[in-house]
């Protein structure tokens, strides 16, 4: 069962009526004029270009604002598809391009607020190794929100953080961020490292084996064998079995990413400790991947079993993201690239989520073979940071042009390039990006100057 579909069968609600009517009048006009200035804010000179960002901006980016809806008790964004709630993951795609906008500060420091205002909420009925999770989503309505869900998600919170800073400058945001965001990242390493190697697994305090896989990309194949066992060194009372045994390449390599973006953001704002503190964490992860997931046969990142560090014999999309957390030396950089650019990897529409010859490989399987726009943006990021910038701009074009032809989606089937998933999701707003941050080399937009 996908996440989403568990979402569904579990109650969590769906955003029907109701939460539309929500909507004010004068938020309704606001939205309307900022659909206005998406016109005046990009230029391209291709008009299938301009269509495409104002779809994008009008369904995946200001479609997803809802206001004020207890729990949550600022502006929040849903992730689409009917479902209710604020993601981790979702949202900061969505918040970086809503941060060209001009004026949308407020909304934004609501956004991640959101995120704050839930850790003493957390605190305050969990025991105090549990303190400062941040969950996997915030959902409107649910009384529950302590048990359901009881596990977070990829800790790309602060890589947003840092997106939203670079568009918009807000230090606001920053000053009110910072604290709470290190407190996460601590609570992270506390509970997913627990064998204190620098590499993170996944887990859910409800038990349930499925909720710990929710935790990254629902379905890799990496996590097959995936289980849960007690705290290997913590014997505290009323603990359980809520620790995974696979420490995973894709989510240890994102914790490294937001401890880079982290320690950047601690500079800016003058607290030296902090980024000191977060470049430690970095060192030590770094040089635990390199040690114990590199392998230079798969020429990426593997996961590895958290007790005995034995490599999980599978690449998955998660693999790739050590490119984009600059955890890879320039030899094994060049590695990925020769990988990526094979045909394990080079789907019609690359890039899949697993490794082609796998025999779980499917062109339309979830996180199983198929593509999802949000993960290119991030493999093609770190492609050009190393300088393989042909092979990233490949792979966004490709990624744009079939958003272009075949409409604007969650995910892709990789050979046939149709539609999988939720239209209009909102993190399918990185087709966007990837032609902002020029990455493609055939499709062309920017932000006008001035």
Not at 6 to 30: D, I, R
Not at 31 to 46: G, M, P
Request: with cysteine; net charge negative.
């Amino acid at each position: 069962m996908q996440r989403r579909d568990f979402l569904k069968a579990t109650g969590a609600g769906l955003l029907g009526v109701p939460a539309l009517s929500a909507l004010s009048p004068g938020w309704a006009a606001e939205l309307d004029k900022d659909t206005e200035a998406v016109r005046s804010l990009f230029e391209s000179d291709d008009p299938a270009i301009m269509k495409l960002v104002e779809k994008v901006y009008d369904k995946c980016v200001l479609g997803k604002l809802f206001p004020a809806e207890a729990p949550l008790e600022r502006n929040w964004i849903a992730p689409g598809g009917g479902y209710r709630g604020q993601w981790i993951w979702d949202t900061m795609f969505v918040v970086e391009l809503l941060a060209i906008l001009p004026g949308k500060e407020r909304i934004i420091r609501d956004v991640f607020q959101n995120y704050w205002d839930f850790q003493p909420r957390w605190n305050a009925r969990m025991p105090d190794y549990a303190h400062d999770m941040v969950p996997c989503m915030m959902v409107p309505g649910k009384d529950d929100w302590d048990k359901f869900p009881a596990y977070s998600q990829i800790p790309i919170l602060a890589w947003g953080l840092e997106r939203v800073f670079r568009r918009n400058g807000d230090k606001e945001l920053l000053k009110a961020s910072l604290a709470p965001l290190e407190r996460f990242h601590e609570w992270y390493w506390r509970e997913r490292d627990v064998t204190n190697v620098g590499l993170v697994a996944v887990g859910s305090y409800s038990g349930d084996i499925q909720h710990a896989r929710f935790e990254t990309f629902d379905f890799e194949c990496n996590l097959d064998d995936l289980k849960l066992t007690p705290h290997p060194t913590r014997k505290g009372d009323k603990e359980g079995a809520w620790y995974g045994d696979i420490c995973a390449a894709g989510n240890t390599a994102y914790l490294v990413m937001g401890e880079r973006s982290l320690a950047a953001l601690a500079e800016i704002m003058g607290d030296h400790a902090m980024a000191d503190r977060r470049k430690a964490r970095v060192e030590k992860s770094v040089a635990a991947m390199r040690a114990h997931m590199w392998d230079d046969t798969a020429g990426t990142f593997l996961s590895v079993k958290r007790d005995t560090l034995e490599k999980v014999p599978v690449a998955t999309i998660g693999s790739w993201m050590g490119l984009t957390a600059g955890a890879a030396t320039a030899d094994m950089a060049k590695r990925m690239a020769e990988v990526l650019a094979g045909p394990k990897w080079q789907t019609p529409l690359p890039v899949c989520t697993v490794d082609r010859s796998d025999k779980r490989w499917k062109s339309d399987g979830f996180w199983r073979g198929d593509v999802w726009p949000a993960t290119n943006y991030q493999i093609a990021c770190g492609l050009a940071d190393y300088g393989h910038k042909e092979l990233a701009a490949a792979i966004a074009d490709k990624t744009v042009e079939n958003a272009l032809t075949n409409g604007i989606s969650e995910h892709y089937d990789s050979i046939t390039g149709k539609k999988l998933g939720v239209e209009y999701l909102g993190m399918t707003c990185t087709v966007i990006a990837m032609m902002l941050d020029g990455l493609c080399r055939g499709h062309q937009l920017k932000c006008r100057q001035g």
